[in-house]
């Protein structure tokens, strides 16, 4: 059972244009969320996270809004640049912190010139 | 500044084969250690976690074991490989709760 969904597999957006990379959740429970970046033959890397006390986290050009009613959670990324292609994890932690997360399937996103 | 290998990068496998991936962390003590596994269409599956030597747990029942002989060191192991045992293996570290850290990964494939 994926309790964590991310259901777009790919995005493409033009370079200066925003990215909107979303995820769904199932278990109530969780109260922490995150969201990874991987690069092709590298380990995904931390970008940004959220508790649920919060519905939103910014941190540059990254923002990562939280609708706990609606189980939702989106990255936004403005503007896009061709170095943010990458695929992108969410995730998810029931001890309100980073540890024993649940990953999505992951985006592909490509930021095209 | 600290430092995760994983190794090695690719490997196949043929079923029935004993499996043994590495992980260490260099430049921090008593990380928290994590294995995660990526099947095909499937998000990163928490395997398993260990908090100290000798100390791991098993989130899913599964043809895998762990130990962590030493602090820095978390070895992923199978007697008999399975065709389902394919994937991509993460080894991830973390100091206490904060976000993880991974490693590259390791590529396994079982014919």
């Known amino acids: 059972d994926q309790q964590v969904k991310q259901n777009s597999p790919s995005l493409s957006v033009q370079e200066g244009r925003i990215s909107i990379l979303n995820c769904d959740y199932t278990?109530?429970?969780?109260?922490?969320f995150l969201w990874y970046k991987k690069y092709p033959a590298e380990g995904p890397t931390f970008l940004i996270s959220i508790s649920s006390i919060k519905d939103k986290n910014e941190d540059g050009r990254f923002t990562v809004f939280l609708n706990k009613s609606a189980k939702h959670l989106s990255l936004h990324i403005v503007p896009s640049q061709p170095g943010d292609s990458a695929v992108y994890f969410c995730a998810a932690s029931t001890t309100g912190t980073a540890s024993k997360l649940t990953f999505g399937t992951g985006t592909r996103l490509q930021v095209t010139l | 500044s600290q430092t995760i290998h994983q190794w090695p990068a690719t490997l196949v496998q043929p079923v029935g084969s004993p499996l043994s991936l590495e992980c260490t962390v260099e430049g921090t003590s008593n990380p928290n250690l994590y294995w995660y596994r990526q099947a095909a269409g499937r998000g990163l599956q928490l395997l398993f976690y260990s908090v100290g030597i000798g100390q791991i747990s098993s989130e899913v029942p599964q043809n895998l074991s762990a130990s962590r002989p030493q602090d820095r060191q978390f070895i992923l192991s199978s007697k008999k490989l399975l065709l389902s045992d394919s994937g991509f293996y993460l080894c991830?570290?973390?100091?206490?709760?904060?976000?993880?850290?991974f490693g590259n990964g390791t590529r396994l494939t079982v014919t």
């Open positions: 991830a570290w973390s100091p206490g709760n904060s976000p993880l850290h």
């Open positions: 278990n109530s429970m969780f109260d922490y």
